[in-house]
């Protein structure tokens, strides 16, 4: 049924119900000979006036309830979760609104469609660089096995070898960031960060070492979280890797977990670009060979997926990064 | 050594055969698990370096069909899937050790000659090259006869280069052996050269010669002065 016409008949109902009533009161009144003209009159007043009142409000109930699969329709659109999601529809007899729920539909299965294939291209195009860079790789190492090179050859090859490395890990971190895009990162079990962090820090001793850096660690007694183990160690990873490398000769670093949130302060160069942009785009600070903008993409994307807050901020040449894990 | 190397790719494969034919060792190429069914039908191979993506098919399919046939031979996947579950389907099917791309040929020959001494039947757990000896189950290394005290860097290096000797190894390779894929490029090679120069020190302490090269700071060499 089309809307308008629904509208005018529900409308047609009421007026109709509206006159019954008044002329109901009309006709008790005049059934009654010894009442006044005037006095009838105001009471005949009354009615209708209440008449009215009952017929407006009794319309809007209607009408709200007549546009109730619209509102329904409109709340799906406006959840910001939509993301690939079927709009729930209420059933309904009104055309339009029938027409609007069925365009709408096609519309997000089509979107969805598109997104999926997009996510699955960007992960095959990261794929399929891998096999040539197997092969730039390895043909550089084979040069470098011939006698007789000049210190000149070496010191090109060790340039397109290092850079090879490079092109490695932004590819890595392309296919990561894709994957989580994915949702393979489904599995969940009781993390314990503390065990994360120890762990992490084990592995950077070396670098640690090297660079004298003094690390003070406040970690609370076994904070647990159910979440990914291997995202979650991906990203406490990164964050300990950047304190470490971005950090000077003899600095120090600070771990403190409390309450489900993790600081991390450290020492290092003073940052020229404004906090925000730092941390937002995919520009490293110096030339790209320290991969912090890869390491803080991956960072943020995992916290983005897992709703945890992160904040990251630049003081004195301080860097504080503070995540919470919300149970 | 006989070697099977399963990859489609011509280039790669070219590589491949190249650098382990000097290595003396002898290598055979499929291109398909097709063409693979047939060359493990005729010989046998001490150890058969499989990618997954075939032309025809996944190479864990032909691992399958290795296990069927009860044919035992030292397996390393090469992958261009990081994935964790891959991985593991890889090693439940009876896979070694799994490789992804790109790799560093030092590293994968490191690989493959962990495996062929680890299948060697009543294999011996010693290495020795001249003065020097390491014995793998131990995990102790003489030089002259005298223990020498090395870190588990240190010790995982010296056999790096020492699987690898005569080849130039890349500081990148070495990093990423000795660390894997925490380090980053730049911020490792100050370490690599680090633990280069401790090792030295350690081996030339105890009377052993020096056969650890550095090459214009792109890598090194372990070979006879």
Known sequence: MKLFTKTALIYGIMLLLTIGIVVTIYLILSADKESTNERSLFIFLIASLIGLVLLSLTQLIIIRKLWSPFYTTLNQLQNPNLEGKKIAVENTTIKEFKALNEALNEFST??????????????????????????????????????????????????????VGRLTKVNQALILLSKINNN????????????????SL???????????????????????????????????????????????????????????EMIITNSGA???????EFFQRFVSEQASENSIGLGLSIIKRICLLFDFPIH???????HKISIRFKH | MKLLFVEDDRDLLKSLLLYFNEFGYNCEKARTV????????????????LDLTLPDGNGLDFLKILQSRKIDVGVIILSANSNLDDKLKGLDLGAD????????????????????????????????????????????????NTLIRLTKKEYDLLLYLIFNRNKVVTKSSISEHLWGDFMDQSDSFDSVYSHVKNLK???????????????????YIFKEE
């Open chain 1, 110 to 163: 089509r979107t969805h469609e598109d997104y999926l294939s997009q996510k699955q291209y960007a992960e095959n195009l990261s794929h399929e660089l891998l096999t040539p860079l197997a092969i730039i790789r390895t043909k550089s190492e084979l040069l470098l096995q011939m006698p007789n090179l000049t210190e000149e050859a070496m010191l090109n090859l060790d340039s397109i070898i290092k850079t």
């Open chain 1, 184 to 199: 393979i990162f489904v599995d969940k079990e009781d993390i314990d960060l503390k065990e994360l962090i120890n762990e």
């Open chain 1, 202 to 260: 084990e592995n950077f001793e070396d670098q640690i070492r090297k660079k004298k850096l003094t690390v003070r660690v406040e970690l609370e007694q076994s904070v647990i979280i159910n979440s990914n183990m291997n995202l979650l160690r991906i990203l406490i990873s990164n964050l300990i890797k950047n304190a470490v490398f971005h950090n000077i000769q003899e600095g120090f670093i600070m771990i403190s977990l409390k309450d489900h």
């Open chain 1, 270 to 276: 003073p940052s020229t670009k404004s906090t925000d």
């Open chain 1, 312 to 318: 990251y901020s630049i003081e004195n040449k301080e």
């Open chain 2, 34 to 49: 097709a063409e693979a069914i047939d060359k493990i039908s005729l010989y046998t191979y001490d150890c058969i370096v």
């Open chain 2, 97 to 144: 050790d799994y490789l992804v791309k790109p790799f560093h040929l030092s590293e994968l020959n490191s690989r493959i000659k962990s495996i062929i001494r680890r299948k060697k039947q009543g294999g011996t757990s010693l290495i020795e090259f001249n003065e020097i000896q390491i014995n793998t189950d131990a995990l102790e290394v003489r030089v002259n």
């Open chain 2, 201 to 219: 020190r350690k081996l030339k302490e105890s009377g052993g010669k020096d056969y650890i090269k550095s090459l214009y700071g792109v890598g």
